[in-house]
């Protein structure tokens, strides 16, 4: 694997002054055989500039938050980091590559989850070049490779874990955010690290169920949902009547047998669990008669 070498090559500023004046200095050689009619004194001025015309194509300007990476006679020889104008080696390869942070959202994917649901899901990933000799040399397109490991990484995601709870304590991928996220942050650092590229952040920005079990699994929820409010509505009723027997027992209203006690606790259940307002009964015999 091909490591990053961060150089610190001489600076353009002063490189240009320089070679301006030999550039100078040559052509005054020039002039100065021409006027004394000296063919082979012409020679030394001509090969002179030529090298110097070559040397003016070393100069690479380096913006903020980029590089430029350098390769000679095809081998790697480094790496400049630092932004400014700089003078290298002329007859250098010099590829420039941006070091700022990029997100990238996926498209809406259509996967598995746990259970074997068909759902949509979608991510953003922030990320940036950290390692540029890797990007440049380990993988042939390293933003193709983003792209691609990104929704791989979020199809394996998906499968991990189901859309929703069924039991307490069960990760789900609509409930469980932070884990979900913190899974697939791992799984993104696991993928890019072979193209020098440092996921900051990732996130799940689109899930939904897919639209032919969509209206099957609202169903799903809904009833689910009034399942829990009334199992809550029962657990409230009980307890309200446990305390209408204390306090009727407590205060000496009322002294009932096993089956009036069967009966109250029925009619009061009935009224407080109720969806329906309840209609009074006028009992105008007893409960034996």
Same mark, same amino acid.
């Given at each position: 694997? !091909?490591?990053?070498?961060? $150089?610190?090559?001489?600076?353009?500023? &002063?490189?240009?002054?320089?070679?301006?004046?030999?550039?100078?200095?040559? &052509?005054?050689?020039?002039? #100065?055989?021409? #006027?004394? =009619?000296?063919?082979?004194?012409?020679?030394?001025?001509?090969? &002179?500039?030529?090298?110097? *015309? !070559?040397? &003016?194509?070393?100069?690479?300007?380096? #913006?903020?938050?980029?590089?430029?990476?350098?390769?000679?006679?095809?081998?790697?020889?480094?790496?400049?980091?630092?932004?400014?104008?700089?003078?290298?080696?002329?007859?250098?390869?010099?590829?420039?590559?941006?070091?700022?942070?990029?997100?990238?959202?996926?498209?809406?994917?259509?996967? =598995?989850?746990?259970?074997?649901?068909?759902?949509?899901?979608?991510?953003?990933?922030v990320w940036r070049v950290t390692e540029t000799a890797e990007a440049m040399f380990e993988v042939d397109d390293y933003e193709n490779y983003v792209k691609v490991q990104s929704e791989s990484a979020v199809r394996a995601l998906a499968s991990s874990y189901p859309y929703d709870?069924?039991?307490?304590?069960?990760?789900?991928?609509?409930?469980?955010?932070?884990?979900?996220?913190?899974?697939?942050?791992?799984?993104l650092s696991d993928r890019l690290a072979k193209a020098g590229v440092l996921a900051s952040e990732a996130r799940i920005s689109h899930l939904a169920y897919s639209p032919e079990i969509a209206q099957a699994m609202l169903q799903r929820q809904q009833a689910s949902a009034i399942i829990a409010a009334r199992y809550k509505i029962v657990e409230g009723a009980v307890g309200m009547v446990e305390n209408a027997l204390? *306090?009727?027992?407590?205060?000496? $209203?009322l002294h009932l047998d096993d089956e009036r006690r069967a009966a109250m606790v029925s009619n009061l259940l009935v009224v407080l669990c109720g969806e329906r307002g309840t209609q009074p009964v006028l009992n105008t015999g007893t409960l034996y008669t």
């Open positions: 694997m !091909i490591r990053e070498k961060v $150089i610190h090559p001489p600076s353009g500023l &002063l490189a240009l002054p320089v070679l301006l004046a030999a550039a100078g200095g040559t &052509l005054w050689l020039f002039v #100065q055989a021409a #006027q004394a =009619n000296a063919p082979r004194s012409m020679a030394l001025p001509v090969v &002179l500039l030529l090298l110097e *015309l !070559i040397a &003016l194509g070393g100069f690479v300007m380096v #913006q903020p938050n980029e590089a430029s990476v350098l390769t000679l006679f095809g081998r790697y020889s480094g790496t400049v980091k630092e932004g400014g104008f700089w003078w290298v080696n002329p007859f250098t390869k010099k590829r420039r590559i941006s070091l700022r942070t990029r997100n990238f959202e996926t498209a809406k994917l259509k996967v =598995n989850d746990a259970g074997g649901n068909p759902i949509e899901i979608g991510a953003i990933v709870a069924h039991s307490s304590g069960e990760a789900a991928l609509s409930s469980h955010t932070t884990e979900v996220a913190a899974n697939l942050m791992q799984q204390e *306090l009727l027992a407590k205060k000496n $209203i």
